[in-house]
């Protein structure tokens, strides 16, 4: 009796199922923060549904485990911008997918409003802003899940 035949598949059957139970499933609850870096720039001018390129600044953890590590990539949307002068509107951006375990996972996350130049109390009041904004990479967000991810 040939003892490798017997043995190599029972190894291979046991590495997998390490394997999987390692990759299994963890959910971020909705509510929990993501501290993010930009990697691009972003203009008040940029046209809505332009993508940009975040990195995550902290670990991000479920049950002690992490399961998001600081400079994991994720992108964003700009949601509202001053690109249309018929719709001009203040800059709004949120998250809209995140890169963990080799895949792309969408995320939805609140509305942020970047803030770098003066507003009149008029312009706050009807929500008008003057001039452009421009956030530069290496700017920090920070976004609230609003719906919880399973990774």
């Not at 509202?80 to 995320?107: Q, Y």
């Not at 706050?124 to 530069?136: I, K, P």
């Amino acid at each position: 009796m040939n003892l490798g035949k017997f043995f190599i598949p029972v190894i291979a059957v046991t590495s997998a199922c390490v394997a999987a139970s390692s990759l299994s499933a963890a959910t971020i609850r909705a509510g929990t923060t993501l501290t993010v870096e930009t990697l691009s720039s972003i203009s008040s001018q940029d046209v809505v549904g332009r993508s940009f390129e975040v990195k995550i600044v902290e670990d991000v953890s479920v049950n002690g485990n992490v399961v998001l590590r600081a400079g994991t990539k994720a992108f964003g949307k700009i949601r509202s911008s001053r690109a249309n002068p018929r719709r001009s509107e203040p800059l709004n951006v949120d998250l809209t997918w995140v890169s963990a375990n080799g895949r792309n996972v969408a995320i939805k996350t609140n509305r942020v409003q970047p803030v770098g130049f003066q507003t009149t109390a008029r312009q706050r009041r009807y929500g008008h802003t003057a001039g452009t904004l421009v956030v530069n990479p290496g700017t920090k967000f920070e976004f609230q899940l609003v719906q919880a991810v399973s990774l």
